[in-house]
């Protein structure tokens, strides 16, 4: 089954953009979908988005709509979460995921990547 790889993420100023890769491995995404998520310190995990196979998005809750790009490269196999705007509260570490198009939980996760905004 497909692994992911991430990439990105470090030490950001507030205001700023990063962008935080997602790239399959051993496999691809065709029928997978790819989410994005997000912890903070003591803080219970927070869906930012994610990208089903037909490039359709699912839209996180609407406090985070507006900053937050979900967006795949051309082969298909690697997935960006832009990040616009940063706010120190964008502080977490960030998680891809994946889950097969059928299926309504994602099984598959990344390693993680931490980011942090300072003010």
């Known amino acids: 089954q497909v692994q992911l790889v991430q990439s990105g993420g470090g030490l950001a100023q507030a205001g700023g953009s990063l962008r935080l890769t997602c790239r399959a491995s051993?496999?691809?995404?065709?029928?997978?979908?790819v989410g994005w998520f997000r912890q903070a310190s003591g803080k219970e995990r927070e869906f930012v988005g994610a990208l089903r196979a037909n490039a359709v998005h699912i839209e996180p809750s609407e406090a985070l709509k507006g900053r937050f790009t979900i967006s795949r490269d051309k082969t298909g196999n690697t997935v960006y979460l832009q990040v616009n705007s940063l706010k120190p509260e964008d502080t977490a570490i960030y998680y891809c995921?994946?889950?097969?198009?059928?299926?309504?939980?994602?099984?598959?996760w990344g390693q993680g990547t931490q980011v942090t905004v300072s003010s």
């Open positions: 995921a994946a889950r097969f198009f059928q299926q309504t939980e994602y099984t598959i």
């Open positions: 051993r496999s691809t995404f065709t029928n997978y979908v």
